[in-house]
């Protein structure tokens, strides 16, 4: 019914003591995963700055991309040069996908136990939805 398996199998098992490929560490990954969304929010954070110049959006991508570094073993992150995109984007639509990105990278921040990036996650997620209330109120 079922033909047998003619190779080996390509999931190697620590039986044998010596792994086929490079293993990561949970913290590793978990380094990985989160300077990931904190580029995202970086790129986010500098598509803002561009629409909206603000010094504490400044600021927030300065330490978005300390923390970016550092979590890569000091490479720093790509920085997003913006120019005039048609349409031009929706800055509450920004916000909201700050605010998401802020809040992932919360998640795995504490998941990390890495405490300076949870403190600036959680501000960026205040700041975001700080920016949110006026426009989504006076739409109501």
Do not use: N, W
Not at 58 to 76: F, I, K, M, S, Y
């Amino acid at each position: 019914m079922y033909e047998p398996i003619r190779s080996k199998s390509v999931h190697s098992t620590m039986a044998d003591g010596t792994p086929d490929f490079p293993h990561r560490s949970r913290g590793e990954e978990l380094d990985i995963q989160l300077a990931g969304h904190l580029a995202a929010l970086l790129a986010v954070t500098d598509e803002l700055r561009a629409l909206e110049p603000d010094p504490g959006l400044d600021t927030a991508a300065d330490r978005l991309a300390e923390q970016v570094a550092r979590l890569r073993g000091g490479r720093p992150p790509v920085r997003l040069q913006v120019t005039a995109a048609e349409p031009a984007p929706c800055p509450a639509t920004l916000h909201r996908r700050a605010h998401t990105l802020a809040a992932r990278a919360l998640v795995v921040a504490a998941s990390r136990a890495d405490t300076a990036v949870a403190i600036l996650t959680a501000e960026r997620m205040d700041a975001h939805a700080a920016a949110l209330e006026p426009r989504e109120l006076a739409s109501r």
